[in-house]
């Protein structure tokens, strides 16, 4: 059975709508613009974080970072277009009567690159938070060709589990008798499509949702709290070294601190821009988190049900959070990684202002 997809914000049959058309369209336009402001530049600073993190030194976590920005980089620009559909419908462009219906195309995209996104920074929680609660066991756990392998591995995960949904609908023309122009339109095949959305709303979107954004929040404190347990135990061994220590033994020692400072210093860095990456993913995708939970219970929160108004909102808000969180991925590595810095600053900063 083909089941025709209206994607037009209209009201709802069933009920009242909780938000008004005319403000709907409103919100959506105005959405859209935010979005554009930092999804345009986010797509260009995630083409910087590719290019710089791959002519620096590769390693483990290098490696996860340069799949991060991959993912936003692309998810970015299929926000960047859906987002630009979105306001040129809003003005009515007679043009643009296809809009809708390649929007809702690049949705499907759009989503499967957030949920790569989201399990790479996952992994890079897990990655950071055992190296921090289990220095030992954990030092020769994680490489560059084990993160490599993880990391293009989570992409065929996550690719496996979205293809379904291509298969539960079809992309059709049909002629419009009113200006002899073909539409295009949105067939879904009802009986394939009522399985996979059970399916994507109960393990994708809620399950997996939920399991990562949990795995962040622990192992967010537990970055947290073994950097501050580790930060007292040097404070008392150095305090109780220093007392113990003659005066000839002291310059040594002293040479020997300084090192030992500087490379600690440069760990305590990635760790500190790793949680920095991961507590904004947990902030931002909060918001995201909310809405899996809230359409399990509420079913009338889906497109095409009597809140199909405040779904687009909500879905277009997070959207923009989503967006913000591409952006400022670039300004954590600025701040707490100093050979990106290092190298931005040289081949790249430098050249644009002489330029």
């Given amino acids: 059975m ?40 986010a797509t260009i600073l995630n083409i910087l974080n ?16 340069i799949s991060l920005a991959l993912s936003d980089l692309t998810s ?3 926000i960047s277009i859906t987002a630009s559909f979105s306001i040129i419908v809003a003005f009515s462009a007679n043009w643009g009567r296809n809009l809708p219906t390649m929007s809702y195309v690049f949705s499907f995209l759009f989503l499967l690159l957030l949920d790569m996104s989201s399990a790479t920074t996952t992994y890079i929680a897990v990655q950071r938070g055992l190296c921090v609660a289990f220095p030992f066991l ?3 756990a994680f490489n560059k060709n084990r993160s490599l392998i993880i990391c293009v591995s989570i992409s065929i995960v996550i690719l496996a589990l979205t293809l379904p949904r291509f298969a539960t609908f079809k992309l059709k023309t049909i002629p419009n008798p009113s200006d002899n122009k073909t539409t295009l339109i949105v067939f879904e095949y009802f009986d394939s499509w009522v399985t996979f959305d059970s399916f994507s709303m109960i393990f994708m979107k809620t399950v997996i949702t939920l399991t990562e954004w949990g795995t962040m929040v622990i192992c967010a404190v537990a970055i947290s709290f073994g950097m501050r347990s580790s930060m ?3 404070q008392k ?3 109780y070294s220093s007392q113990n220590q003659s005066e000839a033994d002291s310059k040594k020692s002293k040479e020997m601190k300084e090192e030992s400072q500087k490379k600690e210093s440069k760990e305590s860095l990635v760790v500190k821009q790793s949680l920095v990456v991961v507590l904004l993913h947990v902030i931002l995708t909060t918001p995201r988190v909310f809405a899996s939970l809230y359409k399990v219970f509420e079913p009338r929160f889906t497109l095409g049900g009597q809140y199909n108004n405040f779904f687009f909102v909500f879905c277009n808000c997070i959207n ?6 591409a952006f400022a991925n670039f300004f954590v590595y600025l701040t707490f990684n100093s050979k990106f810095r290092s190298y931005f600053s040289t081949n790249i900063y430098k050249r644009l202002v002489k330029n």
């Fill in 50 to 65: 590719v290019y710089i993190f791959i002519n620096t030194k590769l390693d483990s976590v290098t490696v996860c970072f």
């Fill in 237 to 239: 061994s150095n305090s």
């Fill in 232 to 234: 007292k135990l040097k």
């Fill in 138 to 140: 954990t030092r020769h």
């Fill in 2 to 41: 083909n089941v025709s997809t209206s994607l037009e914000i209209v009201a709802a049959p069933l009920g009242k709508p909780l938000i008004s058309i005319y403000i709907t369209n409103y919100i959506m336009v105005m959405l859209s613009f935010m979005i554009l402001v930092f999804s345009l530049p």
């Fill in 76 to 78: 970015m620009l299929l």
């Fill in 320 to 325: 923009f959070t989503d967006s913000i969180n």
